[in-house]
C-alpha cells in the first residue's frame, strides 16, 4: 500500500476541481451543504470563499460551512460569503468554543 497525506489546499482552482468531481461521484446536480473541512493558511480565506460563493450562485451548492477555523478565519469567510455551519471539537474536555466561536456564530 502507498502511503497517503493529507493535501490541504483551498486555492479557488482546487475548490472549484473538488465541487465539480464530488457532484460527479454524487451523481447530483448539487451539494446541500459543502464544508472547506481544513483551512489552507497559504491562501486567503477571502480567495477560497469568494469561488464558494460563484459555486453558490452557478447552483452547485446552497450552503457553505467551515470546520476547525478560528474566529478570525470564520469572520473573514462570513464577510464573503455567509457561512451557514461551523463544525468544532466541542465535549467535556474540550471547551475553548464556549469562549468565542459560540458567541461569534450567535452573532453572525
Do not use: F, N
Not at 41 to 54: A, D, F, Q, R, W
Not at 69 to 91: G, K, Y
Amino acid at each position: 500500500m502507498e502511503p497517503t497525506h493529507l493535501v490541504v489546499k483551498g486555492t479557488p482552482e482546487y475548490v472549484r476541481s473538488c465541487c465539480e468531481a464530488s457532484l460527479k461521484c454524487l451523481d447530483v446536480e448539487y451539494i446541500d451543504l459543502y464544508y472547506i473541512h481544513r483551512i489552507d493558511t497559504s491562501v486567503p480565506i477571502e480567495e477560497t470563499m469568494g469561488e464558494l460563493k460563484k459555486l453558490v450562485e452557478e447552483g452547485k451548492i446552497k450552503y457553505v460551512g467551515l470546520s476547525e477555523a478560528s474566529p478570525d478565519t470564520i469572520r473573514r469567510a462570513h464577510a464573503v460569503h455567509p457561512i451557514t455551519a461551523v463544525q468544532m471539537e466541542w465535549s467535556l474536555w474540550t471547551r475553548e468554543i464556549e469562549e468565542e466561536i459560540i458567541p461569534l456564530c450567535r452573532y453572525m
